[in-house]
């Protein structure tokens, strides 16, 4: 099997997805017809936690879409069926976040909602580094070109995601704000470009 079709069918599950996350949130809905700039100020303030919730998602969803780009760059050409399901499984957990994002964005003081958005995130991430460790070690997948530091490179960055998701459902139960930025900091590694080479450097760590 190629991985051309596998590759269009995630771009076009991350589009959809990426669309939706805005179509959750509604214009605020007045009762009269002539609405002040205040009114409509204080409407639009009553929704800062869904305009949160979705700037934080985009760039989660960001995230992981160059990580899913990275893995499937690692591969030469082929894949087999292992690895389209546990692809499939990704794509289901990506497709739930328009939810879990709408949920924190308005149940915002609720942990339940919070530890619902940490599990989605901590699912999607657990599923990309499964695959990574499959393409690697799987003897039907290609990926001779992959050279051994920069599969440590990219194993660092698929384990920091779930492992800070992880513990942002931790500090649920201590801090709402704090745990929404322990499910956004991977973001960090993943998108800022030379993040983690800058890691490397600055504590020696090994990835050669």
């Known amino acids: ?19 939706l996350l805005i179509i959750e949130i509604h214009v605020p809905e007045f009762h009269h017809e002539h609405v002040t700039n205040w009114e409509l100020w204080q409407g639009l303030y009553s929704i800062t936690s869904l305009f949160i919730s979705y700037y934080v998602s985009f760039i989660v969803l960001v995230m992981f879409w160059i990580a899913h780009h990275a893995l499937f760059g690692f591969i030469e050409r082929n894949i087999n069926r292992h690895l389209i399901l546990l692809n499939f499984f990704f794509l289901c957990m990506i497709a739930f976040v328009p939810f879990s994002s709408n ?7 609720t942990e339940l909602a919070y530890v619902i958005y940490g599990l989605n995130i901590l699912a999607i991430g657990m599923t990309n580094l499964a695959m990574l460790k499959y393409a690697v070690y799987s003897k039907d997948i290609d990926t ?5 530091r920069l599969f440590r490179q990219a194993k660092f960055r698929f384990v920091i995601t779930p492992l800070f998701a992880l513990i942002g459902i931790i500090m649920v139960f201590i801090n709402l704000p704090l745990a929404l930025i322990f499910f956004a900091f991977p973001i960090l590694f993943n998108i800022i470009p030379g993040g983690v080479n800058y890691l490397e450097r600055k504590f020696r760590l090994n990835f050669g």
């Open 1 to 19: 099997m190629t991985k051309t079709r596998i590759e269009n069918l995630s771009d076009a599950v991350f589009a959809i997805v990426f669309t």
């Open 103 to 109: 949920l924190i964005g308005t149940y915002s003081e």
């Open 144 to 148: 001779t070109e992959v050279s051994p």
